[in-house]
């Protein structure tokens, strides 16, 4: 396909010691990729993960990346600095627009930055919910961040739209407030509307109100790089080419000047323990009110707060159908209603491989599926993934038994 000059990859699919041939070759043509990553959870309470820190910069020297990017959320909440179990949300949730959360965000991409060989840029996100009682709007927490930090921006117009749709922010005002010659690169994606919630999809076309957020932010600056997000649902090549053309003429045809980037960056001082607690119990309670059923926090609308809890499982469902593939073979049909009812009341504390063990542990100690063939099978998956070694051959009752008694000893 022509003009594709650089594409990114999700950091956490890649390893480094065996990039896959796709990359490779994209590569060997002068294509640039980007590693974007999606776990550091920048926006929550605790300052970012030693090891995924080393992770992200081992991903970027693999690829030879003139930058990394990831995103201003949190994906994680509770631990140490609330004595309540880790839960892990699986997906990039909104941080409160506050002085505190403002503050452990900065010094979080200061801790990321100084751990990275090359520069880093982060993402506004799209959200479904609104923190109550938030201190500023999206484009003064992104100038804030910014001029703090020195830290580039990845503007993604999609999640922009998003929020207009979603929480009443207008996208105009936001672009007239953040720093446009902080721009690294631009998003633009797809998706669709249901019941007056816009869901940013990545796997429907880009619709023309994007593609008019796009148009204004053209208008002021003529940003670097512009890339289409498409994770799933692909078009034919002559579709997707159309798409590419459309965005391109959007951007030719403002024709804004290029900006000189931001480079300097202030001095950022430490967030207080009391602002990371803060912002630790504020998080804690959201994230567990969506995953735990426990009561919502105070000032959040509930009906938002339900469709959230409810595309959260939703998505945790359709993660790990992707990766443990065996395990909708295995049920067939029976597989979204069992593993949403296992979701609902067991949060994620774990990564989405972990997720899967946990769910076939838990149907095997309910004695399901109810077909002998299929719980033997998905015995021999979890014992496959889950032991230090695979089992030696054994007849199927005895392997199913010797797989109740582990479960039952954990």
């Known amino acids: 396909m022509p003009g594709i000059d ?45 090891g995924r820190l080393t992770a992200l910069a081992e991903r970027a020297e693999a690829l030879g990346a003139p930058l990394v990017t990831e995103h201003i959320a949190f ?11 880790p839960l892990e949300a699986g997906h990039l949730l909104p941080v409160p627009r506050t002085r505190d959360a403002l503050d452990v965000l900065c010094e979080n991409v200061r801790i990321a930055q100084d751990a990275l060989p090359v520069p880093l840029a982060v993402e506004n996100i799209a959200a479904l919910i609104s923190w109550p009682g938030e201190e500023m709007t999206e484009g003064q927490f992104l100038y804030e961040l910014a001029d703090r930090t020195g830290v580039r921006l990845l503007i993604d117009v999609a999640n922009l739209h998003t929020n207009h749709v979603n929480r009443g922010e207008d996208p105009a005002k936001a672009l007239d407030e953040l720093p446009v010659e902080a721009i690294a690169y631009v998003h633009v994606a797809g998706g669709f509307e249901r019941d007056g919630v816009w869901h940013d999809s990545h ?11 796009l148009a204004d932010l053209a208008s002021r600056v003529s940003p670097p790089g ?18 590419l053309a459309a965005i391109r003429a959007t951007v030719t045809t403002a024709g804004a000047p290029s900006a000189e980037p931001r480079a300097a960056r202030r001095e950022v001082p430490p967030a207080s323990s009391a602002a990371r607690q803060r912002t630790a119990l504020a998080q804690a309670a959201l994230l567990s009110s969506l995953v735990a059923g426990t009561p919502a926090p105070e000032g959040f ?12 499982a939703a998505k945790r469902a359709d993660v790990v159908a992707k990766v443990a593939p065996e395990l ?15 979701a609902r009341a067991r949060p994620m504390t774990g990564g ?12 095997l100690l309910a004695d399901r599926p109810q077909d002998a063939t299929a719980r033997q099978e998905l015995s021999q998956w979890w014992r496959e993934r889950s032991g230090p070694a695979p089992l030696s051959r054994r007849p199927a009752a005895r392997l199913l038994e010797a797989t109740r008694r582990i479960l039952l000893r954990r």
């Open 6 to 50: 650089w594409v990114e990859a999700v950091a956490e699919n890649v390893c480094t010691g065996h990039l896959p041939d796709s990359l490779l070759r994209l590569r060997e043509r002068g294509v640039t990729v980007v590693p974007h990553g999606v776990s550091l959870g920048l926006g929550g309470a605790d300052r970012p993960d030693e």
């Open 75 to 85: 994906v994680r909440a509770g631990g140490a600095l609330t004595a309540t179990r």
């Open 203 to 213: 796997a429907h076309p880009v619709p023309e109100p994007v593609l008019a957020v």
């Open 226 to 243: 512009v890339l289409l997000e498409r994770d799933e649902n692909f078009p034919e090549p002559g579709e997707l080419e159309r798409e």
């Open 301 to 312: 609308d509930h009906a938002r707060l339900r469709v959230q809890s409810h595309a959260l």
């Open 328 to 342: 909708p073979l295995i049920l067939g049909t029976a597989y979204r209603a069992e593993f949403l009812a296992y």
């Open 352 to 363: 989405y491989r972990h997720d899967a063990l946990r769910f076939a542990e838990h149907l």
